[in-house]
T-cell receptor, first 110, second 114 residues
Framework: GEDVEQSLFLSVREGDSSVINCTYT??????LYWYKQEPGAGLQLLTY?????DMKQDQRLTVLLNKKDKHLSLRIADTQTGDSAIYFC??????????FGTGTRLKVLA | NAGVTQTPKFQVLKTGQSMTLQCAQD?????MYWYRQDPGMGLRLIYY???????DKGEVPNGYNVSRLNKREFSLRLESAAPSQTSVYFC?????????????FGQGTRLTVV
């Protein structure tokens, strides 16, 4: 996804917090999304944020949105080995099309 | 509830061969998509179908064709496979709900073209 950028890799120790960052380009996106891809599987929606919100918290997940800088982040508190996966941010263009980021591979070290 | 089902899961093709990837969803969604996933490039949209009877090109449509057979099924055809089409292919479906669109993905098809 050329319009949505993420760093490719992140490695953290079990129990630490993980922060995955994303920059996007389309300021008209109504919702921004985080998807998780576990090994050998398709993507599953993890969480989302409405564009008029700055923050959304959902158990161990915190999503921060900075519309001015077009920056989205996902924080995972108390990261577990089961959180090891690829995380994609995505924006929706129009009503039908998603644009996905390059994905960040999170590796959790025991 | 099967969700989105893709077949086959794995395929090896020789350069120049043709094949069709099948996708079906049982969630009564209007919109369906085909993506390819390549290392370091994320998911790139090949084609999408906003509703039954319509199809549109995405970011990387060259070398592919699609058919929206009915509301449930959306197939992707490679007429003459090339090594550059070696990738993991994902089908997805979605329904717009108040501006929020959750996409549901199949398990993927790992295609190797030799």
């Amino acid at each position: 996804g050329e319009d949505v950028e993420q760093s490719l890799f992140l490695s953290v120790r079990e129990g630490d917090s993980s922060v995955i960052n994303c920059t996007y380009t389309d300021s008209s996106s109504t919702y921004l999304y985080w998807y998780k891809q576990e090994p050998g599987a398709g993507l599953q929606l993890l969480t989302y944020i409405f564009s008029n919100m700055d923050m959304k918290q959902d158990q161990r997940l915190t999503v921060l949105l900075n519309k001015k800088d077009k920056h989205l982040s996902l924080r995972i508190a108390d990261t577990q080995t089961g959180d090891s996966a690829i995380y994609f941010c995505a924006e929706s263009k129009g009503t039908y099309k998603y644009i996905f980021g390059t994905g960040t591979r999170l590796k959790v070290l025991a | 509830n099967a969700g989105v089902t893709q077949t086959p899961k794995f395929q090896v093709l020789k350069t120049g061969q043709s094949m069709t990837l099948q996708c079906a969803q049982d969630m009564n969604h209007n919109s369906m998509y085909w993506y390819r996933q390549d290392p370091g490039m994320g998911l790139r949209l090949i084609y999408y179908s906003a509703s039954e009877g319509t199809t549109d090109k995405g970011e990387v449509p060259n070398g592919y064709n699609v058919s929206r057979l009915n509301k449930r099924e959306f197939s992707l055809r490679l007429e003459s496979a090339a090594p550059s089409q070696t990738s993991v292919y994902f089908c997805a479906s979605s329904e717009l709900a108040g501006g929020l669109t959750e996409a549901f993905f199949g398990q993927g098809t790992r295609l190797t073209v030799v």
